[in-house]
């Protein structure tokens, strides 16, 4: 195998990662809350380096519904957007999943107005958890190009057929230069044979998409679509192995950083795990058994692992970067705890918020955070959740 | 489609649910929906049509008498036909009368 590492800005590099999956058909809105993702391809587009239709139009809906009418004649379909423009795609992407169509989108995570904040968070993507997408959270550039191939290669096989979120840490992130490993075209092409898509619309062979359901029907196609996107797990794991053994990366649903006999685990999503690993070799340092746990599969959501990563902690202390408004605190906390409700063998989950609207948490800050969740879990909180750096 | 569409189970359904056969929305009774019924007095209408013209169901066919019935099937009982009736041969009856 060979390939280029080369520096480069991370939006750009998802460019270039949906160029070498030879996608036929972009549809973004050009302009703010938009990032330098689609602003490449169309340069890409408009140099003739990709021979794609790139369709600019007046609005994130718009964008989803061009990508829907792509996706639905069987072309490889991309698209990005970032906090604002994600919402106001939102009824058009209940209408990809459910319909079955294998649009992949990169999410540069970013807070929500108002007031107006345009910097990261996950209060985005939250707001559509339930959207019936496979989101996958990455925590570095390379991470987020590797799946950006990976998501295209998971949505068009034939046992899922769903649509992929990407999603990315807004500016912590997509504004970051890395060092990237750019697989060359001939290897990609391997990896990501072209898109056969099973049903597509074709005048010759006619069917109707997205109809009318009435209530004798909608629960046997919710069910569907249930039992769909949970078996799309075996997919992506089988994906994320043959992704590794090509390109020698590997990524997993769960990955574990120094949580071997940890009695207190830290769980994260996205970029602050990287920062997070900094915390957790200053704390074991320091001789405390703290391990770190990044959750990097969504939706579908990995059960099995989550239960076999923390099953011998104490103590789990969850950093979420969205908070469910008087709710029981994070949606990843929610969510974890639920998942080892029924376990006999379980640790105290502590849930904590941060990092909202672009405000970063350090390694030191971290350390706080771990320190503060044993605590409670010694002395109880009055509180579901706390907020982590709020000024009282 | 080998069964009926109300006694399919989830695993029956086409991918996405497509629909693969084109006109299956006639098997759907729209006419479920009605409260009221048109109901025509053949001694007032002048087969003028215009009933039918304005039946956004379609569903309004001209008998051999030259007259035109409602196929209550797919009727919802909107009532247009009523409103726009020149000769007010139709009235709308509650289905509960």
């Known amino acids: 195998m060979t390939a280029q590492r080369i520096g480069i800005e991370v939006s750009r590099a998802i460019a270039i990662a949906a160029k070498l999956a030879n996608v036929d058909v972009v549809s973004a809105y050009p302009i703010t809350p938009q990032t330098h993702i689609v602003e490449e391809i169309a340069e890409l587009v408009a140099n003739g380096e990709l021979d794609a239709a790139f369709i600019p139009v007046e609005s994130e809906h718009s964008a989803m519904s061009a990508c829907l009418g792509a996706a639905a004649v069987g072309a490889r379909t991309f698209t990005a957007t970032a906090g604002q423009g994600l919402e106001l795609m939102h009824e058009v992407l209940y209408v990809a999943s459910a319909m079955r169509l294998p649009i992949v989108m990169a999410v540069a995570n970013r807070a929500l107005s108002a007031p107006l904040n345009i910097w990261g968070d996950h209060s985005d993507v939250m707001a559509t958890r339930d959207t019936g997408w496979i989101q996958i959270f990455a925590a570095n550039g390379q991470e987020t190009f590797d799946n950006v191939l990976c998501a295209f290669r998971i949505a068009e096989d034939r046992r899922v057929l769903l649509p992929v979120m990407v999603n990315l840490d807004g500016f912590h992130l997509t504004h970051m230069i890395e060092p990237i490993y750019i697989p060359e075209q001939g290897e990609v092409d391997k990896f990501l044979p072209p898109s056969q898509y099973p049903l597509p619309l074709d005048p010759d062979r006619p069917i109707t998409m997205g109809a009318f359901a009435p209530p004798y029907i909608y629960t046997e196609v919710k069910k569907a679509q249930q039992v769909n996107l949970a078996a799309a797990k075996e997919v992506i794991l089988q994906c994320w192995k043959e992704f590794g053994d090509r390109f020698g990366r590997y990524y997993s649903p769960v ?5 071997e006999k940890a009695k207190v685990l830290l769980l994260v999503m996205g970029s602050f795990s990287e920062t997070a690993m900094g915390a957790i070799d200053s704390l074991r340092d320091e001789g405390k058994e703290v391990g770190l746990i990044k959750l990097c599969l969504w939706r579908p959501f990995p059960f099995a692992e989550i239960r076999q990563a923390v099953r011998d902690a104490e103590v789990l202390i969850v950093l979420d970067r969205a908070i469910s408004f008087g709710g029981p605190g994070g949606p990843v906390c929610s969510e974890i705890r639920s998942a080892l409700y029924s376990e006999d063998k379980k640790p105290r989950v502590i849930g904590f918020v941060g990092g909202l609207g672009g405000r970063d948490v350090s390694p030191d800050e971290f350390k706080q955070i771990v320190n503060r969740g044993i605590e409670i879990s010694q002395t109880g909180s009055e509180q579901e959740f706390e907020i982590f750096g709020v000024r009282e | ?47 003028c049509g215009l009933c039918a013209i304005f039946c956004p169901e379609g569903c309004r066919r001209q ?12 009727c919802k009982g909107c009532g247009i036909c009523a409103c726009e009736c020149w000769t007010q041969a139709i009235t709308m009856v509650g289905e509960e009368e």
């Not at chain 2, 991918?15 to 929906?33: D, K, L, M």
């Not at chain 2, 008998?63 to 797919?74: Q, R, S, V």
Request: charged content about 25%; glycine content about 8%; aromatic content about 10%.
């Open chain 2, 63 to 74: 008998t051999a008498e030259g007259h035109f019935d409602a196929n209550l099937f797919y």
């Open chain 1, 255 to 259: 990955e574990s950083y120094r949580s």
């Open chain 2, 1 to 47: 489609m080998t069964k009926p569409e109300d006694e399919l189970a989830w695993k029956d359904l086409e991918i996405g649910s497509i629909i693969t056969e084109p006109g299956n929305a006639s098997q759907y009774q729209t006419g479920g929906w009605r409260t009221q019924r048109p109901v025509i007095d053949t001694s007032k209408c002048i087969k």
